[in-house]
């Protein structure tokens, strides 16, 4: 059973940055697809990075694309989120997923992830 936990978050100033990471155990992740999700108080969750193990390629939602970094170890079977350039806007709490597919539009939605972090609290103060 793939179990994932999230660490990293905190409380940052607007301009500052924080590096989330998601130590996953359970599995042999070399076939995953990993993403990072967000959750705003009263707001739904919105996707905000994947990346495809195998090769590391990433994908990001607009909103963060120059900001925020994917990145995976795979010695420790570790995947990080590098933010940079926080906004009070990044403020939610983060989770990863993961799941075997490499493709389709529940990448970005969720929905074909099966496995979910507890999640981890950002906050940006303006």
């Known amino acids: 059973q793939v179990q994932l936990v999230e660490s990293g978050g905190g409380l940052v100033q607007a301009g500052g940055s924080l590096r989330l990471s998601c130590a996953a155990s359970?599995?042999?992740?070399?076939?995953?697809?990993m993403g990072w999700f967000r959750q705003a108080p009263g707001k739904e969750r919105e996707f905000v990075a994947a990346?495809?193990?195998?090769?590391?390629?990433?994908y990001y939602v607009g909103s963060v694309k120059g900001r925020f970094t994917a990145s995976r170890d795979n010695a420790k079977n570790t995947l990080y989120l590098q933010m940079n350039s926080l906004k009070p806007e990044d403020t939610a709490v983060y989770y990863c997923?993961?799941?075997?597919?490499?493709?389709?539009?529940?990448?970005?939605?969720?929905?074909?992830?099966?496995?979910w972090g507890q999640g981890t609290q950002v906050t940006v103060s303006s």
């Open positions: 997923a993961a799941t075997q597919r490499q493709s389709g539009l529940g990448l970005l939605t969720g929905s074909l992830y099966d496995s």
């Open positions: 359970g599995r042999t992740f070399s076939s995953y697809t």
């Open positions: 990346i495809r193990w195998i090769d590391g390629n990433t």
